[in-house]
């Protein structure tokens, strides 16, 4: 084995399923604006999030997770949930969860999270820490 081989020297690339590539890219380069890097269909629609590359793979069926399988750390996150639902997002309210107007949600450690759903109902978020 090459000891000079280390996962946390290397990036990490994300993945996400859908199972409609046209209504997921006008999702997340339009309303999300990340970049589209490339599209390899039949297989995954590639973007840029931050300098991670993002695998949108394309499935026959979604069976989204029942937790948060990609989110960003925003520096704003009033703004940032602001200029989303500006972007046609909707943050999704959870039963039990003290979140306020803009469906932000204050953890006791003092982080602050808001999700929302791509169109194949994945749940994604936004965090400020």
Known sequence: MNTDFRLRDRDVIAFVATSDPER???FYRDTLGLPLVSEELPF?????????MLRVTVV?????AG???LGWKVVDIAAAAQTLA??????ERYP???Q???GIWA?????KVAWFKDPDGNTLSISQH
């Open 24 to 26: 997921a890219k006008k």
């Open 44 to 52: 995954a629609l590639v973007f840029d999030a931050n300098g991670t």
């Open 60 to 64: 026959t069926d979604v069976h989204p």
């Open 67 to 69: 937790y948060t399988v």
């Open 86 to 91: 500006k972007a046609g997002v909707q943050f």
């Open 96 to 98: 039990g969860m003290s």
């Open 100 to 102: 306020n107007e803009l």
């Open 107 to 111: 953890s006791p450690g003092g982080a």
